[in-house]
């Protein structure tokens, strides 16, 4: 397969360029590439599909949000929330399945918090929750046999680590990109792909 992946140097996304790489073509994109794709721009995602042909799979690993307490949460902040991760990557949806080949499949990115809700995570959980209800609904539309479906991964082991916080109880980005994997490998559609239950031991 022909696979474009959206932020592909980000800390998930480069370890999925690496594990579907293995049996597919892949084409990884980001901000600084050539062409540059940033999600927050639709005109961009609209003029690297129309210049690359034959795209079986988009996988998007793009997208952030503001991590606040919710008393210092401003109009800005959600501002930015809504249209990076969650606009920007139903608008990876939207373009995408006008370009995809038939039976195609479209894999975008949530997150834990969606479920499983921090203090400071209010933003975040709103923008994950609001996504994969998105998926759901989008999926039974996609035209031509197209899937959509949603990766939900975990606090990542880098991203913990990141932030100086116990990195314990993280899974490994390469170990999340196992759900990726399956998304575009996979017959499911309309599904958000939990990232745990394709750890073996997890």
């Given at each position: 397969m022909k696979i474009i992946v959206i932020g592909a140097t980000g800390t998930i996304g480069s370890e999925v360029v690496k594990a579907l790489s293995k049996r597919h073509e892949v084409i990884g994109v980001h901000r600084k590439s050539?062409?540059?794709?940033?999600?927050?721009?639709?005109?961009?995602?609209?003029?690297?599909?129309?210049?690359?042909?034959?795209?079986?799979?988009?996988?998007?690993?793009?997208?952030?949000?503001?991590?606040?307490?919710?008393?210092?949460?401003?109009?800005?902040?959600?501002?930015?929330?809504?249209?990076?991760?969650?606009?920007?990557?139903?608008?990876?949806?939207?373009?995408?399945?006008?370009?995809?080949?038939?039976?195609?499949?479209?894999?975008?990115?949530?997150?834990?918090?969606?479920?499983?809700?921090?203090?400071?995570?209010?933003?975040?959980?709103?923008?994950?929750?609001?996504?994969?209800?998105?998926?759901?609904?989008?999926?039974?539309?996609?035209?031509?046999?197209?899937?959509?479906n949603v990766v939900s991964p975990p606090w990542l082991t880098e991203t913990l680590i990141m932030f100086k916080m116990d990195p314990t109880h993280g899974m490994p980005a390469v170990d999340s990109a196992k759900a990726y994997v399956a998304s575009v490998e996979g017959k499911q559609t309309g599904q958000t792909l939990d990232c745990t239950k394709f750890v073996q031991g997890r």
């Open positions: 050539s062409p540059a794709v940033d999600i927050e721009t639709p005109a961009t995602i609209d003029a690297l599909l129309s210049n690359v042909k034959d795209v079986d799979a988009i996988v998007c690993c793009a997208g952030s949000g503001a991590f606040k307490p919710l008393l210092e949460l401003t109009d800005e902040d959600i501002a930015y929330s809504l249209s990076s991760k969650l606009v920007g990557q139903v608008a990876v949806i939207r373009h995408a399945v006008k370009y995809l080949r038939d039976g195609g499949s479209v894999t975008v990115t949530s997150g834990t918090l969606a479920q499983n809700p921090m203090p400071g995570g209010a933003a975040i959980s709103m923008i994950n929750s609001g996504l994969e209800g998105f998926v759901r609904g989008a999926a039974l539309d996609a035209p031509r046999g197209i899937r959509v």
